[in-house]
């Protein structure tokens, strides 16, 4: 099941919270001690900067799918959030020394050496997001597209009935977003079945893979499911979609909606689940999100926007679309599918 560890980070006792949830989570991923201790020391360093810089905020940490599918480990992610001033110089706040507050200046610069992937968002005056990876096995090559996401479970809760993996077979990177009923364990249950049998269909195309996971889901809540497919050298991409989940899609510069059906996958799938297929090039991107972020949010922006990490695009998404006066409503998951940059982070 989608076990997020949620610390809000609003004073000093908490930093521990912080080192302990990335201890936690790296034995889940399956870290070896070295890399275990990496982690506590990053999660140690965003939670010190949250209180630092903004104030406070959140830090997500969990155990994530590597970013091109490959691979059966997976990857632990820890996402520091705040509704903060933002970061007026981007480029020096990694340098080692820089400091707007009398310390060291160690922190991000140590995050970005010891994290196998690092990404930062500091928009002045809506607050910053930093996310890193560590992996538990080597990193394989990139595959023309990659993918990230956020998870926030409802009220802090252990479990998310969101969920999102991806898998890559037959030469095609396929995302998935998954909303199980309700939120808690059995909501929880069914997304995480949904997991399972994308890792068995996942040469199969979105509209097939969704007929796989019905049968897959019968005997759970069932769960609102989308389904996003890349093949990096035919340059397509395909959607298809059940239920309660929203798909934007960004192409020459404007987002555009990519439509689901209605229905429950493993409770009540439509006889037919029509595919959406358009070009896949370096400047599209797309993102998946469950009902838990507000009705009317507004996409992110910015000229490097499709290059951006896509863990780094979820978590803005979510900063922006909430505040810290107004949390979450339900379990909420942003996935997102972006083309491989010229040279991964």
């Known amino acids: 099941m989608a076990r997020v560890w949620d610390v809000p980070v609003h004073d000093s006792t908490r930093v521990r919270d912080a080192r302990v949830a990335a201890e936690e989570a790296a034995a889940l991923a399956g870290l070896d001690e070295s890399r275990t201790a990496a982690a506590a020391l990053i999660a140690t360093e965003l939670a010190t900067n949250l209180l630092k810089h903004a104030g ?12 091109t599918g490959q691979g059966a480990a997976p990857s632990l992610q820890i996402a520091a959030v705040d509704h903060g001033p933002g970061i007026a110089d981007m480029p020096a706040v990694l340098v080692d020394g820089f400091s707007t507050t009398g310390s060291l200046g160690a922190g991000l610069g140590t995050c970005r050496r010891l994290a196998d992937a690092f990404g930062l968002d500091g928009s002045p005056g809506r607050g910053t997001v930093a996310v890193a990876r560590l992996d538990a096995t080597p990193r394989v090559p990139a595959v023309g597209a990659r993918a990230g996401g956020i998870n ?9 009935g969101d969920l999102w993996t991806c898998v890559h077979a037959a030469g095609r990177l396929t995302l998935m ?20 049998e994308l890792r068995r269909c996942a040469h199969l195309s979105p509209a097939e893979v969704l007929r796989s996971l019905d049968g897959a889901l019968r005997g759970t809540r069932g769960a609102a499911v989308a389904v996003a497919q890349v093949d990096p050298r035919a340059g397509r991409l395909r959607f298809a979609g059940v239920g309660n989940t929203g798909a934007r899609l960004y192409e020459g510069g404007v987002w555009r909606p990519l439509l689901s059906r209605p229905g429950i996958v493993g409770v009540h799938r439509p006889a037919t689940v029509p595919e959406t297929e358009v070009p896949w090039a ?7 999100h469950t009902d838990g972020l507000p009705s009317r949010w507004v996409p992110p922006s910015g000229p490097g926007l499709p290059g951006a990490d896509p ?23 942003v996935a997102v599918l972006s083309p491989d940059p010229p040279d991964l982070p």
Request: glycine share 10%; no cysteine; aromatic share 2%.
């Open 152 to 160: 926030v479970p409802f009220a802090g809760a252990a479990y998310s």
């Open 311 to 333: 863990a780094v695009t979820a978590a803005v998404t979510v900063r922006d679309a909430g505040s810290s006066a107004r949390p979450v409503r339900d379990d909420t998951a």
């Open 177 to 196: 977003l998954a909303d199980g009923l309700g939120h808690g364990p059995e909501a929880a249950r069914a997304s995480t079945a949904a997991a399972e």
């Open 282 to 288: 370096a400047d599209r991107l797309l993102i998946l």
């Open 56 to 67: 406070g905020g959140q830090l997500l940490v969990e155990a994530v799918a590597p970013p």
